[in-house]
């Protein structure tokens, strides 16, 4: 196991009050159509971990708290040119057989008004596959909350670029927080690729 600083809690999860979404093989219209809803607005930790995990069988969640070492932000910023100075949550959802469903990044990051915070969530692959809002401190930025632009990310990973103009498209009027939500992605793709473990 990769060397890190490591807190886990675990929990077990209560019946789904959102509609499976069909996360990694695309979207029924009402799925669709219920995923634009949720993406369109801020949500709980709570409620995003649910959606994101539990949707997609997770029995129980374990929370790591990781702190990647010297080594590891080395291995950051030469994958990623990035950098992941500081200490990061993430939450595994397992299922009841041990198993990975997938792994849920709760990243900050400095909007241009205020401040941003995402959960990105992401295969045992690597690759994301949702992503939402917890905090959103924008006022002009709000079109960055639409889920049309949000799924532009989903299926990239650490390898991609995952930057406006290159691999995704910006907001306009919101480029700004286009580009802040770009390095959310990237912080939480690559931390999960370089530093936390990719199963229970």
């Not at 369109?40 to 069988?57: F, H, P, R, S, Y």
């Not at 909007?111 to 992503?131: F, H, R, W």
């Not at 079109?143 to 103009?165: E, H, R, V, Y």
Request: proline content about 4%.
């Amino acid at each position: 196991m990769k060397s890190m600083t490591k807190v886990r809690s675990m929990m077990t999860l209560r019946p789904a009050i959102f509609a499976a979404l069909c996360l990694s093989a695309g979207l029924t219209a009402g799925q669709a159509a219920a995923k634009e809803g949720f993406s369109d607005k801020v949500v709980t930790l709570k409620d995003g971990l649910k959606e994101m995990l539990q949707a997609k069988g997770a029995a129980k969640l374990s929370k790591l708290t990781l702190t990647p070492t010297a080594d590891q932000k080395a291995a950051v910023q030469k994958k990623c040119s990035i950098d992941v100075t500081g200490t990061y949550t993430f939450y595994q959802g397992l299922r009841a057989d041990g198993s990975l469903v997938g792994t849920v990044g709760v990243i900050d990051e400095a909007g241009k008004e205020g401040p941003l915070q995402m959960l990105v969530g992401l295969t045992p692959e690597g690759s994301i596959y949702d992503a939402a809002f917890t905090v959103f401190g924008e006022e002009r930025g709000k079109p960055a909350l639409s889920w049309n632009f949000l799924k532009q990310f989903i299926g990239k990973t650490a390898s991609s670029p995952l930057m406006p103009g290159k691999d995704v498209d910006g907001v306009s009027g919101a480029s700004y927080t286009s580009k802040s939500v770009a390095i959310i992605m990237k912080r939480a793709a690559c931390v999960y690729a370089e530093v936390a473990p990719h199963g229970p």
